[in-house]
């Protein structure tokens, strides 16, 4: 199941603070999975120079984690990259960004809220960036 969690509304062009728009408008999909299950969800910002998100759930190589992201694509695909894990995608100008984000919950996965967070920033004119945290919550059988 997927629902959406609103920070804000999409504007029709991306926010960056030389337009006095910080922080952008944020829209994540809340999504709930059984175990066994593998799913996807979508985070929108509404202007952003970088994402990265923290490493709770994504993992760096192979993992035995109960709940985990697989490989996550950015719409527009990003300009570059910082080699870190997880990595920092990089736009080269105020973009306005969808990610998504497959899921995978193991089949031995416990009930319960598995959280993950993100940092979004953008450095045109001045620096700013914003943490925001959220679950995916695992159904109980």
Do not use: K
């Not at 999504?31 to 970088?50: K, W």
């Not at 993100?118 to 695992?138: C, L, N, P, W």
Request: hydrophobic share 30%.
């Amino acid at each position: 199941m997927v629902s959406s969690l609103s920070s804000g509304c999409l504007g029709s062009r991306p926010s960056c603070t030389d337009e006095g728009n910080w922080p952008p408008d944020v829209r994540v999909e809340e999504t709930e999975l059984a175990p066994g299950e593998s799913g996807a969800f979508e985070i929108r910002v509404d202007g952003v120079t970088a994402f990265q998100f923290d490493p709770r759930l994504y993992q760096c190589g192979s993992t035995d984690a109960p709940v985990a992201f697989g490989d996550v694509d950015t719409e527009p695909s990003i300009d570059s990259q910082a080699d870190s894990c997880p990595p920092i995608w990089l736009w080269d100008g105020c973009t306005r960004v969808t990610v998504t984000v497959p899921v995978r919950v193991a089949p031995d996965a416990e009930p319960g809220a598995y959280e993950y967070g993100f940092r979004i920033a953008e450095d045109i004119g001045e620096r700013h960036s914003r943490d925001y945290e959220r679950a995916i919550t695992v159904a109980g059988n």
